[in-house]
């Protein structure tokens, strides 16, 4: 897995690129499922102060790109405080990877109770024209 950090109008300390690598890797219980088929899981991680002149309100934007398998996920936050904002966008992004595997799951589950159907004869529906 690739992550890239990047930075606008404001400096990546160690504290803040070790906790983003730590949420990040956080997200490898899915990832590595995908990594492990050969594929390669790309992340682009940026974190921005969106003012400089703001000391109250929503001053910190976390944005976080998954590219797998040529899929793209996407979330952005803006927060008051750094860390919550890299907290939201780790678990939007999780919350979305999860989703699109959940419904290919099931996607492949019914398509493969309607072969069975169509084998016992319990149907005439053929699953891979969708005619009857």
Do not use: W
């Not at 899981?41 to 309100?57: D, M, P, R, S, Y």
């Not at 907290?87 to 999860?98: A, G, L, Q, S, T």
């Not at 699109?100 to 016992?120: C, I, P």
């Amino acid at each position: 897995m690739k992550i890239n950090i990047q930075a606008k109008n404001i400096e990546i300390t160690g504290a803040i690129e070790e906790y983003i690598e730590k949420r990040v890797t956080n997200l490898g219980k899915i990832l590595f499922q995908i990594e492990e088929s050969g594929e390669e899981a790309q992340v682009l991680f940026n974190i921005a102060k969106t003012t400089n002149h703001h000391k109250a309100g929503e001053v910190f934007r976390a944005d976080c790109s998954v590219n797998i398998k040529g899929k793209k996920f996407y979330s952005s936050v803006d927060k008051e405080d750094l860390y919550e904002a890299i907290d939201d966008v780790k678990e939007n992004i999780y919350r979305e990877i999860d989703k699109n595997k959940d419904r290919r799951q099931t996607l492949f589950k019914r398509g493969a109770l309607s072969v069975k159907k169509m084998m016992k004869g319990l149907t005439d529906r053929n699953p891979f024209t969708s005619k009857y």
